[in-house]
């Protein structure tokens, strides 16, 4: 089979290989990530530890998806020198999203203040309100496509051994990921979706008990401790499916633009 007659996987195809990845690995996964979840309690060192074993549970997946399992210790002794690095794509792709967020308030705080100043009160509100809902929807937009392109910026790091570097890396993603940006969203968007319900009791309940407690109350202190404990363990859970997805995401994309052997856990794709 040529690499150009090759099918990406669907949307359902990826987020339900990430579910079935998870659920096999489950007490590897969670206890990865748990551990990871707090080590981001510790400054530096530590969010380099969280950012390095996000790609320790992406490498742990990709050797499953392409039937070369590796052990836990054989990953972390992969993944150990790079630690760094790991950290360096986290603040990579973080920057360069903080950068689009500026200039998207930017932007925004342009196209409504501006037509006030020069059209006057009645005119310069609604043209405000027609320009800036038209910048806020296109800002979705770009902010969207543009995090689909680094969605997969730490597993190429955790794969590749030419990969050494942050910025390697998140260079590997952004090629890898240029002709699959609209497929990517929907995966990211789907994905989210199942996530939902751990998000409800772990979020936003304990944020709807925060918003009825009186501030600087021992309540408010304790639910505060509560919400942010319950956020932790959340992310914990959740995180591992993501990085499940990403492998399979990634596991796809050079099935088809490089040819990786094309059996899905002992399955012909």
């Known amino acids: 089979m040529s690499q150009s007659s090759i099918r990406p996987l669907s949307v359902g195809n990826v987020v339900s290989a990430g579910l079935v990845m998870y659920r096999s690995n489950l007490k590897t996964y969670l206890k990865l990530s748990i551990i990871a979840y707090l080590w981001i309690l510790i400054p530096i060192y530590g969010w ?42 986290g603040f990579g792709v973080g920057l360069r999203l903080l950068g689009i967020y500026i ?10 203040v501006f037509p006030l100043a020069v059209l006057g009160t009645q005119t310069g509100i609604f043209v405000a309100i027609i320009t800036g809902l038209a910048v806020f929807i296109v800002g979705i937009i770009v902010i969207i496509r543009l995090y689909s392109r680094w969605f997969v910026a730490e597993v190429p790091l955790a794969v590749e051994e030419n990969t050494t570097t942050g910025s390697q890396s998140i260079d590997r993603s952004w090629d890898l990921t240029k002709d699959a940006v609209g497929r990517i969203q929907y995966i990211i968007v789907v994905a989210f979706l199942v996530t939902i319900p751990i998000q409800i009791v772990t979020a936003y309940i304990p944020s709807i008990f925060q918003v009825q407690t009186e ?26 499916f993501w990085q499940a997805v990403k492998a399979v995401i990634y596991y796809d994309l050079r099935s088809r633009r490089e040819g990786l052997d094309l059996r899905l856990r002992g399955r012909e794709i």
């Open 215 to 240: 501030p600087g109350t021992s309540a408010y202190t304790t639910i505060q401790l509560i919400s942010f404990l319950l956020s932790l363990l959340g992310g914990a859970i959740i995180m591992p």
């Open 48 to 89: 380099a530890k969280f950012c390095a074993i996000h790609g320790l549970i992406a490498r742990l997946a990709f050797c499953e998806l392409i039937n070369k399992p590796e052990t836990e210790s054989a990953a972390r002794d992969y993944i150990k020198p790079r630690l760094w690095s790991f950290l360096s794509v």
């Open 103 to 112: 200039l998207w308030y930017l932007a925004l705080i342009a196209v409504v």
